[in-house]
């Protein structure tokens, strides 16, 4: 079984920043694909940015420019870097690796 885990996510004001982190563990051999998706009421969730093996890295356009993915492949972890964050990033945040999906952790960009 594969366990995923988020953290990193809080209460930010606009034009702050956060980082999340994720760590995939257990019997994972191969990541052929790990990211960030982010989802608000309502509506579907929507790519944020990832890896994917053998291809590169995409981004959601919302947020080009503003936010960074970065992994550890030897600690099974993908970071996300977001910058300059508006009150329209406020979602929660999931982390996946291959088909496996974290619980989320909710940002909120707020005054």
């Known amino acids: 079984q594969v366990q995923v885990v988020e953290s990193g996510g809080g209460l930010v004001q606009p034009g702050g920043s956060l980082r999340l982190s994720c760590t995939a563990s257990?019997?994972?051999?191969?990541?052929?694909?790990m990211g960030w998706y982010r989802q608000v009421p309502g509506k579907q969730r929507e790519l944020v940015a990832k890896?994917?093996?053998?291809?590169?890295?995409n981004y959601g356009d919302s947020v080009k420019g503003r936010f960074t993915i970065s992994r550890d492949n030897a600690k099974n972890t993908v970071y996300l870097q977001m910058n300059s964050l508006q009150p329209e990033d406020t979602a929660v945040y999931y982390c996946?690796?291959?088909?496996?999906w974290g619980q989320g952790t909710q940002v909120t960009v707020s005054s």
């Open positions: 996946m690796f291959n088909t496996y």
């Open positions: 257990g019997n994972i051999l191969i990541i052929n694909a």
């Open positions: 890896f994917i093996r053998g291809v590169g890295t």
